[in-house]
T-cell receptor, first 118, second 117 residues
């Protein structure tokens, strides 16, 4: 399967613990996005990368959140000192932009990581 | 600020009936508009998109949507619903870039579709 993959699919943790999620985008996709989806809501943008550069961070991304994409391939999203309000589905998406094609291409989404903070 | 409103939280239709899901957006320029579907345990899948041109766009699985600038709407339609269409549907607008294209997506809260046999 060559789609976007995320690991783990489910994570249960206790309040105050740190968690890290991984996203593997579609090969050769140079843009990678993180979104968060809470129950009954649509996804909300968190941050995105173009290659290894983090180009934008939402104000939803408090200083407890950090995202990296060190080699321009996979990305990690870490949450430090988790709180119950962090319980959500964390979605990753990737897309490709080219000089010729511009930034018009579809974002492909992974299945998400469901985080439960007890 | 950009926003997307999906007025209907839940919709129930009978199999074979027609469907229309409403979406209204708030955006200054010509928007990049999308409809995604999310089934349990599945990732979001793109049904269709509108960037420019013909205001009636065709998508996958027999869906279509019509862009109406005067009403700031982008409603999704299907003439005959199948039981497998039961899912959550999200309308989204892409944040435009000066250089062209878009980056982040702004989603509505979604409409959950139930299909009665």
């Amino acid at each position: 399967d060559t789609g976007v993959s995320q690991d783990p699919r489910h994570k249960i943790t206790k309040r105050g613990q740190n968690v890290t999620f991984r996203c593997d985008p579609i090969s050769e996709h140079n843009r990678l996005y993180w979104y968060r989806q809470t129950l009954g809501q649509g996804p909300e943008f968190l941050t995105y990368f173009q290659n290894e550069a983090q180009l934008e961070k939402s104000r939803l991304l408090s200083d407890r959140f950090s995202a990296e994409r060190p080699k321009g391939s996979f990305s990690t999203l870490e949450i430090q000192r988790t709180e119950q309000g962090d319980s959500a589905m964390y979605l990753c998406a990737s897309s490709i932009i080219t000089e010729a094609g511009g930034a018009y291409n579809e974002q492909f989404f992974g299945p998400g990581t469901r985080l439960t903070v007890l | 600020a950009q926003s997307v409103t999906q007025p209907d939280i839940h919709i129930t239709v009978s199999e074979g009936a027609s469907l229309e899901l409403r979406c209204n957006y708030s955006y200054g320029a010509t928007p990049y508009l999308f409809w995604y579907v999310q089934s349990p345990g599945q990732g979001l899948q793109l049904l269709l998109k509108y960037f420019s041109g013909d205001t009636l766009v065709q998508g996958i699985k027999g869906f279509e949507a019509e862009f109406k600038r005067s009403q700031s709407s982008f409603n999704l339609r299907k003439p005959s619903v199948h039981w497998s269409d039961a899912a959550e549907y999200f309308c989204a607008v892409g944040h435009s870039l000066f250089s062209g294209g878009y980056n982040k997506l702004i989603f509505g809260a979604g409409t959950r579709l139930a299909v009665h046999p």
